[in-house]
């Protein structure tokens, strides 16, 4: 089967030996405490630190056996935070993210352009697009780094906070295309802090101390006892329908 896979993954820092299978077509949330190794975990999967045990195996071969253009084509990940390039304009960003499929010197055609296209406009940033990256707001910077990562057409999506900076409007813009993307098949990883988001998710894990203590269904994983242990008594879960809500009563 495919799929992105870390296996008995050990260091760097925080993490302590954590197996987490992402599947094709499925959006996987992943939460936890600060601290608790998220980032660390992304940056793993997508070949951007080496785990000291371990190892992650992209459709079944190693990460690691992969050239960079190639891991590119099938796997993009869009950092927490910069560096960004200020100084271009939104659309020669976005444009960045086909260097997996052109290389340095390749000579962009017509399906480059859509695929551009395409990503701007799923992500809502095409109005951006003749606008410097530096001049827009953290709300509109972050959808177009989005659509950056979109725009190589990968078949994995690794996304750390991707709704951070986001209003409410647009956080429901990008949760709703995250659902989109696994339904055409992406299998789409995305660190959350907000547990409501990740009710949305098909799977959610839950990593603590390093390791991943839950995994499965939403309404199975986020139940009032673990999120308490994880983020204090004040954390209370409701269902509304079918979906667990979660609040805090301080
Ligand atoms: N370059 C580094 N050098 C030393 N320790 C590091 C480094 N990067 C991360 N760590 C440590 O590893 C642990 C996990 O960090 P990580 O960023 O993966 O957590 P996180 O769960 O993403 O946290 P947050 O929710 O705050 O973003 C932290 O204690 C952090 O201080």
Redesign the pocket.
């Known amino acids: 089967m495919g799929g992105l896979e870390a296996r008995g993954i050990v260091g760097p ?2 993490l302590k030996g954590v197996d987490l299978l992402l599947r094709p077509g499925e959006w996987l949330a992943l939460l ?1 405490p ?7 975990l992304l940056r793993v999967m997508a070949g951007l630190l080496r785990p000291r045990r371990g190892e992650v195996l992209l459709e079944e071969r190693p990460l690691r056996a992969y050239g960079s253009y190639e891991r590119g084509r099938l796997l993009a990940y869009l950092p927490q935070n910069g560096p960004y390039p200020e100084g271009l304009l939104v659309e020669e960003v976005v444009r960045l993210g086909r260097l997996p499929h052109l290389g340095l010197w390749g000579r962009e055609g017509g399906e480059d352009r859509e695929a551009v296209d395409w990503a701007l406009e799923v992500t809502g940033a095409s109005a951006f697009r003749g606008r410097l990256l530096g001049t827009l707001s953290g709300g509109e910077r972050q959808r177009v780094l989005l659509a950056r990562a979109l725009a190589g057409r990968p078949r994995y999506l690794l996304l750390d906070e991707p709704t951070t900076f986001l209003d409410l409007a647009h956080q429901g813009v990008v949760v709703g295309l995250l659902r989109r993307l696994a339904g055409m098949g992406l299998g789409v990883l995305s ?1 959350l802090h907000d547990p409501n988001q990740a009710a949305l998710a098909h799977r959610v894990a839950v ?1 603590e101390g390093g390791r991943v203590v839950a995994e499965g269904g939403p309404e199975a994983v986020l139940q009032e006892p673990l999120l308490a242990r994880l983020y204090g008594a004040g954390v209370r879960v409701v269902r509304l329908g079918e979906r667990p809500h979660v609040y805090l009563d301080p």
């Open positions: 820092f925080a936890g600060n601290g608790s190794g998220k980032t660390t660190v990593l």
